[in-house]
């Protein structure tokens, strides 16, 4: 499961994983999506791009 | 003391304010991030949890999640510690709800808030996951608290300010245009033979411009009464409502001290 929050600033990135998820499944460049979801700062953008969903 | 709103939406707020102390605008900010009350999750009764999660890492979970308290939400909610019951009454929590089945991901909808107002500002935070079978019963109360208590209290996720930069150019500027091309944030641009200054708030004072230009005619420095704050929340409160109720705090502290006096 991700994490609820961002680990260094604490925004609520899990907020938007499902909506993330979909849309690299149907080939949307991450940079673009993660862009249109108001992700802006690197520390968030990570929680999203390097999470491994496992069970 | 001046104020301009230079950017604003709904998590988030960019002002300026010109003519303050540094210590008055440092109080601001502690107070915005330590000191307004905001709804958290503090106490989970678990009655049920067949998923594979543990019962103090979903608690963990619950507690983080944004939950509604603005000024509206929170009228008539007391602090914990100022409420007499001695455990949970209607005057200082909230009890919340969760019953799932499986198979299913449980998501932060499914918290089931006893108060319509007060409820997780996201829909779609996943909590947990429930295979065949499985089932997850549980009771929560949301409580007010402060971010010097726990971080689950904090209001703000960036709440952060920067003296406001100055930018010069020297009589012997030859307008060749490498600083423009150096500068990392398109601070400077360079038009018609002519270096310009487009955005001087999204300047971090880098140097770069600097270090470019070969007569070294840039000043850079900064005017230390005035400064860009910068306030985003999680979403709990709008950020125009933490200012406020940090400058509230504030002058509350400052009522004390001379009530002592």
Known sequence: ?55 | MEFEVINKNKDELVFMVNGADIAFVNAIRRICMMEVPTIAIDDVNLVKNDSAMFNEVLAHRLGLLPIASDIKSIEGLVMPDECDCGEYCPQCSVPMTLNKKGPCVVYSKDLESLDQKIKPVYDTIPLLKLKEDEEVCLEAYAQLGIGKEHAKWQPTIVCAYKFYPELTFGDECTSCGNCAGACPRGVLQYNNNKVEIMDLTNCSMCKSCYRACDDRVINISFDDSKFIFKIETDGSIPPEEVLLKACDVLSDKADKIIEIV
């Open chain 1, 1 to 55: 499961m991700i994490p609820i929050r961002c680990i260094s600033c604490g925004k609520p990135v899990s907020a938007y994983f499902d909506e993330y998820q979909d849309r690299i499944a149907k080939g949307e460049d991450p940079k673009a999506v993660l862009d249109d979801l108001g992700i802006t700062r690197y520390c968030c953008r990570r929680m999203l791009i390097t999470h491994v969903e496992t069970w």
